[in-house]
T-cell receptor, first 114, second 116 residues
């Protein structure tokens, strides 16, 4: 069974600072992929970044990077130089092995203060 | 790429009524997913189609819920005899293949269902 855990219900960060959003996962399958999505108050889910279990390097996409620690089963999202528009819900998701369907965590609410 | 389209955006209905939602995926995407999201929670999987075949359904999906994807294009999700607990955002997503770096799921804006 796949499980995603996001333990931070809410996070606050000052504009231009960096912030780390935590995600831990559990799967017995050696092949899996981890996704991060952003959901603004308007509701649409926006894909941010992906990390595969066999990737040699941590994923980066612009201001987003993934701190992937395989042994600890964690895939934390790092947002550098936070902007007011980063205020949103952030969801971690995993698709493992032969499953077609990503499983989502409960999300973390991020508020960026000016 | 016109994105995933869902209709209606909002639906308010009385308890006991039937409701139907529509999802139009990105045109070349053969995989379609329905999720339900309640306040403060992440999307919860409901059902999955590959082309017109419904390949997986969540055990949480009661028999009041049914989904179709005729001809492998748009999909409908019907809820019969709605209950208060059905109030949620219903999200549709599509992908070209099993979701990965190059083929993530693309989500629609959702249909928000409110049961009076």
């Amino acid at each position: 069974a796949q499980k995603i855990t996001q333990t931070q219900p809410g996070m606050f960060v000052q504009e231009k600072e960096a912030v780390t959003l935590d995600c831990t996962y559990d799967t017995s399958d050696p092949s899996y992929g981890l996704f991060w999505y952003k959901q603004p108050s308007s509701g649409e889910m926006i894909f941010l970044i992906y990390q595969g279990s066999y990737d040699q390097q941590n994923a980066t996409e612009g201001r987003y990077s993934l701190n992937f620690q395989k042994a600890r089963k964690s895939a934390n999202l790092v947002i550098s130089a936070s902007q007011l528009g980063d205020s949103a819900m952030y969801f971690c998701a995993m698709r493992a092995g032969g499953s077609y369907i990503p499983t989502f965590g409960r999300g973390t609410s991020l508020i960026v203060h000016p | 790429d016109t994105g995933v389209s869902q209709d209606p955006r909002h639906k308010i209905t009385k308890r006991g009524q039937n409701v139907t939602f529509r999802c139009d995926p990105i045109s070349e995407h053969n995989r379609l997913y329905w999720y339900r999201q309640t306040l403060g929670q992440g999307p919860e999987f409901l059902t999955y189609f590959q082309n017109e075949a419904q390949l997986e359904k969540s055990r949480l999906l009661s028999d009041r819920f049914s989904a179709e994807r005729p001809k492998g294009s748009f999909s409908t999700l019907e809820i019969q005899r709605t209950e208060q607990g059905d109030s949620a955002m219903y999200l549709c997503a599509s992908s070209l293949a099993s979701p990965d770096r190059n083929q993530p799921q693309h989500f629609g804006d959702g249909t928000r269902l409110s049961i009076l």
